[in-house]
């Protein structure tokens, strides 16, 4: 493999000669230290509660539900109510995150710990929400599998009024600097960074489109204006 | 697959002929670009936007070779491993050694062009590995034994009752009566089915809409989630990219992403977006072990550096599929090889070489739609016409083709036969066609007259009516 490796870089660069724009690779290493936002489209460029709004009307168009909470604490409620007016079982996959809630105010039946086939609704918190297209955007880490956004048919998400971005860019620039280690990639980017617009589809079959094609078919979105403790 | 372009004008005439083809080539070809338009018109950067996407994939071909170390050097540092693959062979033999040294039995793969293009299925099964496609649209081919007929709509070709009948035929377990009428219940038993794949699957194997070299990272873009689940629960996840996929930052992704999903299906963003970067962390309560990218060249550093390079800023986006006027008459199949339409009739000869797919550059009436919604900016008319031209110089294109045009040639040379000549016909034909304005047949023009009439000409040129005008 090595071999081709070598194969490979020779060919790149034998192209070059042969009228490939010149390598400034000063200039391409800048690009990748600065890593400077191209074009940001003004929709997202909108104060705290213009992007609040915008997020929730453009998750709602891409199906998903949003409701807005003053305390972390009437999450539970939320959820059970959820859960009721959709008619699903009261049972629910959370995370270490949210051990602290007042879950014994509700009836619901709370489970933490690795995702299984059989889990009907995950309950997952969101590194941050994006105005501009409604997407929400997930970090793996501790408290924080990755399945459990895409494996139970349910998804409720919550994300803190706070954390509602206007663009992608500003999420990349806070997740630069939430790390507080570095500034090396090893240092900020989680193993897996989902971006979540909407609940799971396919129109694939007759062009026909249908929600909870391998993921979740509902998308509940909690925004919660005072954060998590 | 065996590429079958070469019978391109047998597949033409079996695509025209198939009803239910040409019903699903109406409804694709009304829907898409009417969402296309309608995500562009909201979003007043989209044009601007268009023009960055083009000059980021610019930079990055033109420092490639920076890039593709520097995007290893990334993975490298998360644990992970890049294997460089010159060609099919050498990929589908990486991809068979990472199976065999994970033990695997079975692999649930997302849905990539790539795999298609190296024909890893094929390969994976004839070496005792099974793999299981996903995605709903590459389930349904995979059962069938078909290549996709659409980059991202694979199987866009079928009826939902041809659908219900492989279901029948392939999940033998289930009651033979059971109600398969309608998309709903053959998506849910698609996903009880392929539920139990993603469990049990040893390695999961996805392509990549992009690679970030800043990162390490490759980017996923699904609407099902089916590549979430992919990577994230087998023990293995493999990549499998080829190498034009490089994107410098996390900025120059999104800036792609932002025209990618408008461009395809009209979405303003895909539901599912994944940056994934090596294996899971210490700390990660989930996620695969082992990481591994495979990175393919397979033809693609030949046209760095020739008048096809542009051709390698091409997203998989399939907008010029979807706006072509051929493709929407005979549909993926008939371009006899996994890519289609504009993209692939530049695509395919530049990567299997122009000897298969002579006829695929020619299946074009250059009509410039594929290139004003490129959200690329691909020149696909100029390169169509750069094939055609390469043809005729070195003498591949229909002996009859070269001898007509020479003939052109020589007499569009000279200015006074030319008018004679021209004069000449066209007077023949108005008179032949000058009761109804048609004319049914013509010598040497069966090919149009089979199916259309032939509009006839006024009688008289162009010349000699301007100058009747007093020009």
């Not at chain 2, 909201?42 to 994939?57: C, G, M, T, Y």
Request: hydrophobic content about 40%; some cysteine.
């Amino acid at each position: 493999m090595s071999s081709s490796r070598q194969y490979i870089l020779d060919r790149v660069r034998a192209a070059k000669k042969g009228g490939l724009a010149k390598t400034d690779s000063d200039v391409a290493r800048s690009r990748l230290h600065d890593h400077s936002p191209n074009l940001i489209p003004k929709r997202g460029s909108v104060d705290k509660e213009a992007r609040i709004s915008l997020f929730a009307e453009e998750a709602e168009k891409v199906d998903a539900s949003v409701v807005r909470l003053k305390h972390i604490n009437q999450v539970p409620q939320e959820i059970a109510r959820f859960l009721k007016a959709a008619n699903l079982q009261p049972k629910i996959r959370s995370t270490e995150k949210l051990k602290n809630l007042p879950w014994s105010e509700t009836l619901l039946d709370v489970e933490t710990g690795p995702v299984i086939g059989s889990d009907g609704v995950g309950v997952t918190v969101a590194f941050a929400g994006v105005a501009e297209t409604g997407t929400l955007v997930v970090c793996s880490g501790p408290g924080s599998p990755t399945a459990l956004n895409f494996l139970p048919l349910t998804n409720v998400a919550i994300v803190e009024a706070d954390k509602i971005y206007g663009n992608y860019e500003d999420v990349f620039k806070n997740l630069r600097a939430q790390s507080g280690k570095g500034q090396a990639p090893i240092d900020y980017m989680p193993r897996t960074l989902n971006f979540i617009t909407g609940p799971s589809r396919s129109a694939d079959i007759e062009q026909t489109l249908l929600l909870g094609a391998h993921g979740p078919q509902r998308l509940h979105i909690i925004i919660v204006d005072d954060g998590l403790a | 697959m065996e590429p079958t372009s070469r019978a391109f004008h047998d597949n033409t005439r079996e695509a025209l002929a198939d009803a239910t083809l040409q019903a699903a080539l109406g409804k694709l070809t009304r829907g898409f670009p009417v969402k296309r338009r309608q995500a562009a018109d909201r979003l007043p950067e989209f044009e601007d936007l268009r023009d960055q996407a083009r000059d980021i994939k610019n930079h990055s071909l033109a420092n490639l070779d920076f890039y593709l170390q520097q995007f290893e050097a990334r993975v490298s540092d998360w644990g992970g491993q890049v294997h460089w693959a010159k060609d099919s062979e050498e990929a589908c033999q990486a991809i068979l050694d990472i199976c065999r040294n994970a033990n695997a039995k079975t692999v649930t793969k997302s849905k990539s062009m790539i795999g298609e293009e190296i024909a890893i299925n094929d390969f994976l099964e004839k070496n005792g590995i099974e793999p299981i496609e996903t995605d709903l649209g590459e389930y349904i081919i995979q059962l069938r034994k078909e290549p996709p007929s659409h980059i991202i709509a694979p199987a866009i070709h079928l009826s939902k009752e041809q659908v219900a009948e492989t279901f029948l035929g392939a999940h033998t377990d289930l009651p033979a009566d059971r109600p398969l009428e309608e998309p709903r219940a053959l998506l849910e038993e698609a996903r009880e089915k392929l539920r139990q794949k993603f469990i049990a699957a040893d390695v999961g194997l996805t392509g990549a809409n992009m690679l970030v070299a800043e990162t390490g990272s490759n980017v996923l873009v699904t609407n099902e989630g089916n590549a979430d689940l992919t990577y994230s629960l087998p023990r293995v996840h493999i990549v499998i990219a080829s190498l034009e996929k490089i994107v410098p930052t996390l900025e120059d992704a999104a800036t792609v992403l932002r025209v990618l999903a408008r461009s395809a299906t009209g979405q303003e963003m895909s539901v599912y977006t994944t940056f994934c970067s090596g294996p899971k962390r210490l700390e990660d309560p989930d996620g695969p072990e082992e990481y591994h990218v495979v990175l393919l060249d397979n033809g693609r550093t030949d046209l760095l550096g020739t008048e096809f390079q542009e051709m390698l800023r091409c997203i998989r986006c399939g907008a010029c599929l979807n706006h072509c006027p051929v493709y929407k008459s005979i549909g993926g199949h008939a371009y006899g090889w996994v890519y289609s339409g504009p993209m692939g009739a530049v695509l395919i000869p530049g990567l299997i070489g122009m000897n298969e797919a002579s006829h695929l550059p020619n299946a074009s009436t250059l009509c410039g739609k594929c290139e004003s919604v490129c959200p690329m900016r691909i020149p696909l008319p100029r390169m169509l016409r750069a094939w055609r031209k390469r043809q005729f110089e070195r003498k591949q294109s229909s002996p009859s083709a070269r001898l007509i045009l020479s003939l052109w040639a020589w007499v569009a040379k000279k200015p006074m036969l030319y008018r004679f000549v021209n004069r000449q016909i066209i007077a023949t034909l108005g008179a032949i066609g000058k009761k109804t304005g048609r004319i049914s047949w013509l010598p040497l023009a069966g090919g149009w007259t089979s199916k259309r009439d032939f509009p006839a000409p006024a009688g008289k040129t162009f010349m000699d009516l301007y100058k009747e005008h007093g020009g």
